[in-house]
């Protein structure tokens, strides 16, 4: 698997079984807007088997609208899923990067955006944040983060995203000429 994966929760939410689809409507959502690789360009969040195995020193920035559904927002943040291989500190890092200033609480017990986790003010039901996935290693692993969502009236049902990927040595592809081409068709 040399591709990154959104595993298919990508738009869904946690803490949904069990409950009734009322209890449902109002669960945190968070929604992908943008996956972008190393201030390139393309857009990978509506096609994410296009974005090549990740190597040492590739960030990815991953653009978030998180929504409480009518409720308050309190607290996002980015969490490493220890795998097979345990801790994968070494192969990535996240922080926040970039977030609504005037929603996000200046108390560091709550928010520490090089830790990749922010707070919210009271009243805050709609923000944006930006995420970056720092990939500290060009060893193969896969590795996979999660990001999670709560708001104030269900604490314990929130929002998720995980984002699976590949790191290694990036093997560049080169295009076959037209002559070998032209000759491979004419032997079928």
Do not use: W
């Given at each position: 698997?040399?591709?990154?994966?959104?595993?298919?929760?990508?738009?869904?939410?946690?803490?949904?079984?069990?409950?009734?689809?009322?209890?449902?409507?109002?669960?945190?959502?968070?929604?992908?807007?943008g996956i972008y690789l190393n201030d390139g360009d393309t857009d990978y969040a509506y096609?994410?088997?296009?974005?090549?195995?990740?190597?040492?020193?590739?960030?990815?920035?991953?653009?978030?609208?998180?929504?409480?559904?009518?409720?308050?927002?309190?607290?996002?943040?980015?969490?490493?899923?220890?795998?097979?291989?345990?801790?994968?500190?070494?192969?990535?890092?996240?922080?926040?990067?970039?977030?609504?200033?005037?929603?996000?609480?200046?108390?560091?017990?709550?928010?520490?955006?090089?830790?990749?986790?922010?707070?919210?003010?009271?009243?805050?039901?709609?923000?944006?944040?930006?995420?970056?996935?720092?990939?500290?290693?060009?060893?193969?692993?896969?590795?996979?983060?999660?990001?999670?969502?709560?708001?104030?009236?269900?604490?314990?049902?929130?929002?998720?995203?995980?984002?699976?990927?590949?790191?290694?040595?990036?093997?560049?592809?080169?295009?076959?000429?037209?002559?070998?081409?032209?000759?491979?068709?004419?032997?079928?």
């Open positions: 698997m040399n591709k990154i994966l959104l595993i298919l929760s990508l738009f869904t939410v946690i803490g949904l079984s069990g409950c009734t689809d009322s209890d449902a409507d109002d669960t945190p959502l968070i929604s992908v807007l096609d994410p088997e296009e974005l090549p195995v990740l190597t040492r020193n590739d960030v990815l920035t991953l653009i978030m609208q998180l929504d409480g559904k009518g409720t308050e927002l309190k607290s996002f943040y980015a969490s490493l899923v220890e795998g097979e291989d345990g801790d994968l500190s070494h192969v990535v890092r996240v922080i926040i990067s970039d977030y609504e200033e005037d929603h996000v609480t200046d108390d560091s017990n709550f928010t520490n955006p090089e830790d990749g986790r922010v707070g919210f003010v009271d009243g805050v039901t709609k923000s944006q944040v930006t995420a970056q996935v720092k990939i500290r290693t060009s060893q193969e692993n896969e590795a996979e983060v999660g990001f999670y969502l709560s708001s104030r009236a269900k604490p314990d049902q929130g929002g998720e995203v995980k984002l699976l990927f590949q790191t290694g040595e990036r093997i560049e592809i080169e295009p076959e000429p037209e002559d070998v081409k032209e000759n491979m068709e004419s032997r079928i």
